[in-house]
């Protein structure tokens, strides 16, 4: 299984950017998308959960300005940040709960590989 992130880039503070995150490979089913970011020097931390019915969860941090969303059919999660901040800056990462078979209730922790996103002041 493979998640590939696209849409980060240097944007201005104030400015928007949309993130999305494909899934793909061997997948019965995906529970639960989100992103997390992290900062230099800092943690990685959650930003934003969606599960498989659309249920959301935000950081504090971001709520109001970044909306999660989903696409079921395509196995992608969104992220459309606006009124982005200067430390909103960081890479982030897609993350997916990934059921790989019938056979196996389990659902595994998927990661990819990170999307820079900068805000300048």
């Known amino acids: 299984v493979q998640l590939v992130e696209a849409g980060g880039g240097l944007v201005q503070a104030g400015g928007s950017l949309r993130l999305s995150c494909a899934a793909s490979?061997?997948?019965?089913?995906?529970?639960?998308m989100g992103w997390y970011r992290q900062a230099p020097g800092k943690q990685r931390e959650l930003v934003a959960t969606?599960?498989?019915?659309?249920?959301?969860n935000y950081a504090d941090s971001v709520k109001g300005r970044f909306t999660i969303s989903r696409d079921n059919a395509k196995n992608t999660v969104y992220l459309q940040m606006n009124s982005l901040k200067p430390e909103d800056t960081g890479i982030y990462y897609c993350?997916?709960?990934?059921?790989?078979?019938?056979?196996?209730?389990?659902?595994?922790?998927?990661w990819g590989r990170g999307t820079q996103v900068t805000v300048s002041s």
């Open positions: 993350n997916a709960d990934i059921r790989y078979s019938g056979y196996s209730i389990t659902h595994y922790p998927n």
């Open positions: 490979g061997t997948i019965f089913s995906i529970n639960t």
């Open positions: 969606i599960t498989s019915g659309s249920s959301t």
